[in-house]
Nanobody
Framework: QVQLVESGGGLVQPGGSLTLSCTAS????????LSWARQAPGKGLEWVSE???????TYAESVKGRFTISRDNAKNTVYLQMNSLNSEDTALYYC?????RGQGTQVTVSS
């Protein structure tokens, strides 16, 4: 059974950067589609980015050019580098391996 643990969230000022990490236990990581989604207070779940086993990446328009997803199969870890953060990026961020989701890590952008 896959388990995912996110880390790296926190409080950051507008314009700042954070890198989220998500480490998976279990098998099939290297062949899995990995993704990040977020849920802002009072809003629905928003897909953010995904990376396929061949390295192809896609991004939501709201984060394109600011966020970068990457993976390290040797470490069973997927990352989300977030730059130029603004208040609209404040949310609980979840990582997914396929349809399995972690517990989330909070990102708060505020001065």
């Amino acid at each position: 059974q896959v388990q995912l643990v996110e880390s790296g969230g926190g409080l950051v000022q507008p314009g700042g950067s954070l890198t989220l990490s998500c480490t998976a236990s279990g098998s099939m990581f290297s062949s899995s589609r990995l993704s990040w989604a977020r849920q802002a207070p009072g809003k629905g779940l928003e897909w953010v980015s995904e990376i396929y086993s061949d390295g192809i990446t896609t991004y939501a328009e709201s984060v394109k050019g600011r966020f970068t997803i990457s993976r390290d199969n040797a470490k069973n870890t997927v990352y989300l580098q977030m730059n130029s953060l603004n208040s609209e990026d404040t949310a609980l961020y979840y990582c997914y391996q396929g349809s399995t989701r972690g517990q989330g890590t909070q990102v708060t952008v505020s001065s």
